[in-house]
Protein backbone atom coordinates (compact mmCIF):
# COMPACT_ATOMS: atom_id res chain seq x y z
CA UNK A 1 0.00 0.00 0.00
CA UNK A 2 1.31 3.46 -0.96
CA UNK A 3 1.66 6.67 1.60
CA UNK A 4 2.02 9.95 0.94
CA UNK A 5 2.83 11.65 4.44
CA UNK A 6 2.99 15.59 4.29
CA UNK A 7 5.16 17.74 7.18
CA UNK A 8 5.99 21.40 7.31
CA UNK A 9 2.76 23.39 7.52
CA UNK A 10 1.80 26.03 9.43
CA UNK A 11 1.46 29.69 10.75
CA UNK A 12 4.05 31.87 9.32
CA UNK A 13 3.57 35.98 8.75
CA UNK A 14 3.19 37.59 5.60
CA UNK A 15 6.59 37.63 3.95
CA UNK A 16 8.25 34.66 5.81
CA UNK A 17 9.03 31.04 4.70
CA UNK A 18 7.86 27.76 4.70
CA UNK A 19 8.97 24.15 3.35
CA UNK A 20 7.01 21.59 2.89
CA UNK A 21 7.43 18.06 2.52
CA UNK A 22 6.42 14.68 1.06
CA UNK A 23 7.10 11.51 1.47
CA UNK A 24 6.07 8.81 -0.35
CA UNK A 25 6.37 5.15 1.19
CA UNK A 26 4.88 1.24 0.81
CA UNK A 27 5.16 -0.64 -2.21
CA UNK A 28 7.14 1.44 -4.98
CA UNK A 29 8.14 0.69 -8.24
CA UNK A 30 8.62 4.16 -9.95
CA UNK A 31 7.38 7.55 -9.25
CA UNK A 32 6.25 9.68 -12.10
CA UNK A 33 5.26 13.13 -11.84
CA UNK A 34 5.17 14.39 -8.07
CA UNK A 35 3.31 17.82 -7.00
CA UNK A 36 1.30 20.13 -4.91
CA UNK A 37 -2.04 21.68 -5.28
CA UNK A 38 -3.98 23.74 -2.74
CA UNK A 39 -7.43 24.48 -1.71
CA UNK A 40 -8.71 27.34 0.23
CA UNK A 41 -11.64 27.95 2.39
CA UNK A 42 -14.66 28.16 -0.23
CA UNK A 43 -12.67 27.27 -3.33
CA UNK A 44 -11.80 24.75 -5.82
CA UNK A 45 -8.34 23.02 -5.02
CA UNK A 46 -5.68 24.12 -7.20
CA UNK A 47 -2.53 23.00 -9.06
CA UNK A 48 1.07 25.04 -7.25
CA UNK A 49 3.47 23.13 -9.11
CA UNK A 50 4.67 19.81 -10.44
CA UNK A 51 7.96 18.63 -10.89
CA UNK A 52 8.54 15.35 -13.50
CA UNK A 53 10.64 12.34 -12.68
CA UNK A 54 13.60 13.91 -14.89
CA UNK A 55 13.24 17.34 -12.81
CA UNK A 56 11.35 19.65 -15.77
CA UNK A 57 8.89 22.16 -13.37
CA UNK A 58 5.71 23.88 -13.66
CA UNK A 59 4.47 26.20 -11.58
CA UNK A 60 0.85 28.17 -11.17
CA UNK A 61 0.96 31.94 -12.41
CA UNK A 62 0.74 33.15 -8.64
CA UNK A 63 3.52 31.54 -7.01
CA UNK A 64 5.80 31.88 -10.11
CA UNK A 65 9.24 33.67 -8.50
CA UNK A 66 8.28 32.85 -5.00
CA UNK A 67 7.49 29.01 -5.07
CA UNK A 68 10.26 26.18 -5.72
CA UNK A 69 9.27 22.53 -6.15
CA UNK A 70 11.91 20.09 -6.06
CA UNK A 71 12.32 16.14 -5.69
CA UNK A 72 14.48 13.52 -3.90
CA UNK A 73 14.07 10.97 -5.89
CA UNK A 74 16.43 8.21 -3.71
CA UNK A 75 13.87 9.61 -0.96
CA UNK A 76 11.01 9.39 -2.92
CA UNK A 77 10.32 12.91 -1.41
CA UNK A 78 8.55 16.15 -2.81
CA UNK A 79 9.40 19.84 -1.64
CA UNK A 80 8.40 23.17 -1.83
CA UNK A 81 9.94 25.77 -0.95
CA UNK A 82 7.63 28.71 -0.49
CA UNK A 83 9.41 32.73 0.05
CA UNK A 84 7.51 36.11 0.20
CA UNK A 85 4.54 34.75 1.40
CA UNK A 86 1.19 36.47 1.07
CA UNK A 87 -2.30 35.54 2.98
CA UNK A 88 -3.67 34.65 -0.49
CA UNK A 89 -1.65 31.75 -0.30
CA UNK A 90 -3.54 30.37 3.13
CA UNK A 91 -4.52 26.33 2.28
CA UNK A 92 -4.50 23.19 3.09
CA UNK A 93 -1.97 22.09 0.70
CA UNK A 94 -1.56 18.78 -0.99
CA UNK A 95 0.91 16.52 -1.93
CA UNK A 96 0.12 14.41 -5.18
CA UNK A 97 2.21 11.90 -6.77
CA UNK A 98 1.84 8.75 -9.63
CA UNK A 99 3.52 6.15 -8.68
CA UNK A 100 3.11 2.78 -10.01
CA UNK A 101 3.02 -0.10 -7.04
CA UNK A 102 3.69 -3.07 -9.57
CA UNK A 103 5.59 -2.99 -13.09
CA UNK A 104 4.69 0.08 -14.94
CA UNK A 105 0.78 0.76 -13.94
CA UNK A 106 0.65 4.44 -12.65
CA UNK A 107 -2.43 5.27 -10.39
CA UNK A 108 -2.65 8.69 -8.85
CA UNK A 109 -2.19 8.85 -5.34
CA UNK A 110 -2.79 12.02 -2.42
CA UNK A 111 -1.55 13.15 0.86
CA UNK A 112 -3.45 14.00 3.87
CA UNK A 113 -3.06 17.64 3.72
CA UNK A 114 -1.17 20.18 5.68
CA UNK A 115 -2.57 23.23 6.45
CA UNK A 116 -0.74 26.62 5.87
CA UNK A 117 -2.20 30.05 7.27
CA UNK A 118 -0.07 33.09 6.52
CA UNK A 119 -1.63 35.58 8.81
CA UNK A 120 0.13 38.61 10.81
Known amino acids: QVQLVESGGGLV ?5 LRLSCAAS ?10 WYRQAPGKQREL ?3 ITSGGSTTYADSVK ?4 ISRD ?6 YLHMNSLKPDDT ?3 YCYA ?3 PVGFF ?12 VSA
Not at 106 to 117: D, L
Open 65 to 68: GRFT
Open 26 to 35: GRIFSIHDMG
Open 13 to 17: QPGGS
Open 48 to 50: VAV
Open 98 to 100: EIA
Open 106 to 117: FAGYWGQGTHVT
Open 91 to 93: AVY
Open 73 to 78: NAKNTV
